[in-house]
């Protein structure tokens, strides 16, 4: 049972990214397994268990993240990441082509939402012509989003506009990948347990109409 993260948890935070070598992380590594990485499992269990029971039928599987870099990709810079997160993903292989939950911690904020991080660019490509000639079905999703406060649309825009898409959609139409998020420099919102988890699995439940229009349009989800 997640109870909330506590002020330990960032004092952790802000130390990892002040000290960032391996004597630092060694003399308070207990601080890290006690004050983050088991609230983030909990965390991640629960709100992952309540989401799948309100939202059955689809295949998804949840990761926490991992505090240590990869030295075989970041040789020569930080050992740590300054952040930690646990994402909830469909059980493909290349998962930044496909739609995915997250939740993140970060020193000073927090964060969490659905995105594409690296979509293909001929997911977007089936993406645009879905809108092209079948606009109907975003343009709910999209009023629905305008409708409500806490989630926002954003993500790299294209360097040239891409006309044709109607008014209300040209956004959507025009991005390399999207993020509907929210965050927060309040970081005690996330020493409630109970009513963190009642708001992540609200938002993820919201959200999943929008995860359920993205997924068939990636690569893994293609015949």
């Known amino acids: 049972m997640f109870e909330g993260f506590s002020p330990a948890t960032f004092d952790f935070l802000w130390g990892i990214t002040l000290n960032n070598e391996r ?46 870099k990869d030295a ?36 000073e904020s927090w964060s969490y939402g659905l995105g594409i991080f690296q979509p293909k ?15 109907a079905q975003l343009a709910r999703l999209n009023a629905k989003l305008l409708k409500q406060e806490e989630f926002v649309l954003s993500g790299q825009r294209y360097a040239r506009f891409k006309p044709g898409a109607p008014p209300d959609l040209a956004g959507w139409y025009n991005l390399k990948d999207f993020n509907l998020s929210y965050d927060s420099a309040d970081v005690s919102l996330t020493f409630d347990g109970p009513a963190l988890v009642r708001r ?19 690569e893994a989800a293609q015949p």
């Open 121 to 135: 660019a001929a997911t977007m490509a089936r993406h645009r012509a879905r809108i092209d000639t079948a606009p």
């Open 23 to 68: 004597l630092w992380f060694s003399e308070h590594k207990e601080d890290y397994v006690n004050y983050l990485a088991k609230p983030m499992k909990a965390l991640a269990d629960q709100v992952f268990d309540e989401l799948t029971d309100r939202c059955p039928d689809r295949e998804l599987l949840c990761k926490v993240a991992r505090i240590y």
């Open 72 to 107: 075989r990709r970041y040789r020569g810079v930080e050992f740590y990441k300054t952040s930690l997160w646990f994402s909830i993903l469909p059980p493909v292989e290349d998962w930044q082509d496909a739609p995915g939950f997250w939740f993140e911690v970060s020193r």
């Open 200 to 218: 992540l699995v609200d938002g993820f439940a919201f959200l999943m109409p929008f995860y359920d229009y993205f997924y068939p349009l990636c």
